[in-house]
């Protein structure tokens, strides 16, 4: 009896000491377990449906199931789907076949698209990736069944009617098979590494990347073969720029089957968008050199811009800031008359580092669908809002995140009114007037800004931003009345970049 009254008080006093110890744990030990997930790398950064991708961040939950991770492209709905197992700092998920009804969607199919990510863990992320950060993830690769290698002859892999057996071209990707199965590639597969840009124009971009114009005379070489180049054997170089214009060979990619879906040649001969040419355009001098061979002057898809806008009555506007006149859309410089330069605006590429036009436009300065904005503007550029956020990284955003436009869209929102005179933020300042806060001197000074004796290199009109209501105008129609203490935006967030506040430039130049 004895012992057990003993043994019960030792029960009785570890209890205690358990309790005791529970009341004398740090508040902050619960409270880890409730901050808010971040995420600080995704790999791959390009995959398909089906694949594995790992998130490596702080404040994930540990187990299995514990997680969920929220995808969201931009302007589309929002998928949670439930993590596997997951640490403290790294977790992974299977990318679910449901995701494909939440893609963009091409030729009435599930194409490639950048989803935005966050984490749910006790609590929700505060935001979404940045563009940098969030993966692009494509429809699930379609199965062959023996991989690389010939398709079975009584098959159909491109379902065009014609047998493999006597089809040059089973996949139809521009490659004939007995190629395919030199290089490798998956004859049965448009798209053999999975990563959206089709095996074919793969192999033409890299053979025009190769082709050394230094040499006499001047030939395309093979196919290289090896990195750095566009591969069709790489998944993860779709978003890779090859040929430096700016543009990514998965944007060069959409615009070429932009091009043919509008009449061009679909063959691969001659690309009219290559990511192994900055000016796809082209004609042969007399050593066989490739030269740019696509004026600014006259460029068609300009004059089809210029149409468009005075058919809606754009041609001349008034702006805010300015009720008393009317100003031609492409006056930028407000001087009452249209330069050639403004006229030929496109052309702001240059041969050399002072940025001298060249009279030529390479696949950036290009404008394919004609709204009067250039693919490199709306794809990566001053039509998106992360550009303005790396460029004046002192200058507070707006509380609205606006979305950008589509180089190979026209009329991005569907209002019937095409991209570049249209208004992102609704502040009466047409896209194509608040672009670039340096062609407001360059129009008339050319690139040498400030130029020896203008009359004001920088006006205040010139701090323009598409995705700022309140630039450059702070009484314009949706610059909010109400501007908050804390985290104002520009231009109520303080004096000019440099801290003295004594650089005007910084306001209006790029």
Same mark, same amino acid.
């Given at each position: 009896?004895?012992?057990?009254?003993?043994?019960?008080?030792?029960?009785?006093?570890a209890?205690?000491?358990?309790?005791?110890?529970?009341?004398?744990?740090?508040? +902050?030990?619960?409270?880890a377990?409730?901050?808010?997930?971040?995420?600080?790398?995704? @790999?791959?950064?390009?995959?398909?449906?089906?694949?594995?991708?790992?998130?490596?961040?702080?404040?994930?939950?540990?187990?299995?199931?514990?997680?969920?991770?929220?995808?969201?492209?931009?302007?589309?709905?929002?998928?949670?789907?439930?993590?596997?197992?997951?640490?403290?700092?790294?977790?992974?998920?299977?990318?679910?076949?449901?995701?494909?009804?939440?893609?963009?969607?091409?030729? $009435?199919?599930?194409?490639?698209?950048?989803f935005?990510?966050?984490?749910l863990?006790?609590?929700?992320?505060?935001?979404?990736?940045?563009?940098?950060?969030?993966?692009?993830?494509?429809?699930?690769?379609?199965?062959?069944?023996?991989?690389?290698?010939?398709?079975?002859?009584?098959?159909?892999?491109?379902?065009?009617?014609?047998?493999?057996?006597? !089809?040059?071209?089973?996949?139809? !990707?521009g490659?004939?098979?007995?190629?395919?199965?030199?290089?490798?590639?998956?004859?049965?597969? #448009?798209?053999?590494?999975?990563?959206?840009?089709?095996?074919? &124009?793969?192999?033409?971009?890299?053979?025009?990347?190769?082709?050394?114009?230094?040499?006499?005379?001047?030939?395309?070489?093979?196919?290289?073969?090896?990195?750095?180049?566009?591969? /069709?054997?790489?998944?993860?170089? #779709?978003?890779?720029?090859?040929?430096?214009?700016g543009?990514?060979?998965?944007?060069e &990619?959409?615009?070429w089957?932009?091009?043919?879906?509008?009449?061009?040649?679909? %063959?691969?001969?001659?690309?009219?968008?290559?990511?192994?040419?900055q000016?796809?355009?082209?004609?042969?001098?007399?050593n066989?050199?490739?030269?740019?061979?696509?004026?600014?002057?006259?460029?068609?898809?300009?004059?089809?811009?210029?149409?468009?806008?005075?058919?809606?009555?754009?041609?001349?506007?008034?702006?805010?800031?300015?009720?008393?006149?009317?100003?031609?859309?492409?006056?930028?410089?407000?001087?009452?008359?249209?330069?050639?330069?403004?006229?030929?605006?496109?052309?702001?590429?240059? +041969?050399?580092?002072?940025? +001298?036009?060249?009279?030529?436009?390479?696949?950036?300065?290009?404008?394919?669908?004609?709204? $009067?904005?250039?693919? =490199?503007?709306?794809?990566?550029? =001053?039509?998106?809002?992360?550009? =303005?956020?790396?460029?004046?990284?002192?200058? +507070?955003?707006?509380?609205?995140?606006?979305?950008?436009?589509? @180089?190979?869209?026209?009329? %991005?929102?569907?209002d019937?009114?095409?991209?570049?005179?249209?208004?992102?933020?609704?502040?009466? &300042?047409?896209?194509?007037?608040?672009?670039?806060?340096?062609?407001?001197? =360059?129009?008339?000074?050319?690139?040498?800004?400030? #130029?020896?004796?203008?009359?004001?290199?920088?006006?205040? &009109?010139?701090?323009?931003?598409?995705?700022?209501?309140?630039?450059?105008?702070?009484?314009?129609?949706?610059?909010?009345?109400?501007?908050?203490?804390? $985290? #104002?935006?520009?231009?109520?967030?303080? /004096?000019?970049?440099?801290? $003295?506040?004594?650089?005007?430039?910084?306001?209006?130049l790029?």
């Open positions: 009896m004895e012992l057990r009254s003993r043994h019960r008080l030792q029960l009785r006093r209890a205690m000491t358990a309790a005791l110890g529970a009341l004398l744990v740090p508040a +902050t030990a619960g409270a377990t409730k901050k808010t997930p971040t995420i600080r790398k995704v @790999a791959p950064k390009t995959m398909n449906v089906g694949d594995t991708m790992t998130l490596t961040g702080n404040y994930f939950r540990r187990g299995k199931g514990k997680n969920s991770v929220l995808f969201k492209r931009d302007r589309g709905k929002q998928l949670f789907v439930k993590a596997n197992v997951s640490t403290a700092k790294r977790l992974t998920v299977v990318i679910p076949k449901k995701l494909e009804k939440y893609m963009a969607i091409k030729n $009435g199919q599930p194409a490639p698209t950048r935005r990510l966050r984490v863990s006790t609590r929700l992320g505060k935001a979404f990736t940045s563009v940098k950060l969030s993966p692009t993830i494509g429809p699930e690769k379609p199965k062959t069944g023996a991989g690389p290698g010939p398709a079975a002859p009584d098959g159909d892999c491109d379902g065009d009617g014609v047998l493999n057996g006597v !089809d040059g071209d089973d996949d139809n !990707d490659l004939p098979d007995t190629l395919e199965l030199q290089l490798k590639l998956d004859s049965c597969s #448009a798209d053999t590494d999975g990563d959206g840009v089709a095996d074919g &124009y793969e192999y033409a971009s890299a053979v025009d990347l190769n082709n050394d114009d230094y040499r006499n005379p001047s030939i395309s070489l093979p196919y290289p073969g090896k990195r750095a180049y566009p591969n /069709p054997l790489d998944s993860t170089d #779709a978003n890779t720029d090859y040929d430096g214009d543009l990514t060979m998965a944007q &990619y959409a615009l089957k932009y091009t043919i879906a509008n009449g061009a040649d679909a %063959s691969l001969q001659n690309l009219t968008y290559s990511d192994g040419l000016f796809s355009i082209y004609r042969r001098d007399a066989g050199r490739r030269v740019p061979n696509l004026p600014a002057a006259g460029y068609t898809k300009h004059l089809a811009f210029l149409t468009a806008v005075a058919a809606n009555g754009y041609s001349t506007v008034t702006l805010p800031d300015d009720p008393g006149n009317t100003y031609a859309l492409l006056d930028f410089d407000r001087d009452h008359a249209v330069s050639p330069q403004e006229d030929q605006y496109l052309d702001w590429h240059g +041969t050399g580092w002072n940025g +001298t036009a060249d009279g030529h436009l390479s696949d950036d300065e290009r404008d394919e669908d004609g709204d $009067g904005l250039s693919n =490199w503007a709306e794809d990566n550029g =001053w039509l998106t809002s992360d550009w =303005w956020k790396g460029r004046y990284d002192r200058e +507070t955003a707006f509380r609205i995140t606006y979305v950008g436009t589509s @180089a190979t869209d026209p009329d %991005s929102d569907g019937g009114l095409v991209d570049g005179a249209d208004d992102q933020d609704h502040d009466n &300042y047409p896209n194509v007037v608040e672009q670039d806060r340096y062609q407001i001197t =360059w129009a008339t000074h050319g690139f040498d800004v400030p #130029a020896a004796s203008p009359p004001n290199s920088t006006p205040a &009109y010139g701090r323009v931003n598409p995705f700022n209501p309140c630039l450059p105008y702070i009484y314009s129609r949706t610059c909010p009345t109400f501007i908050p203490f804390k $985290g #104002a935006w520009a231009p109520f967030d303080g /004096p000019p970049y440099d801290p $003295g506040g004594s650089d005007p430039n910084y306001l209006v790029r």
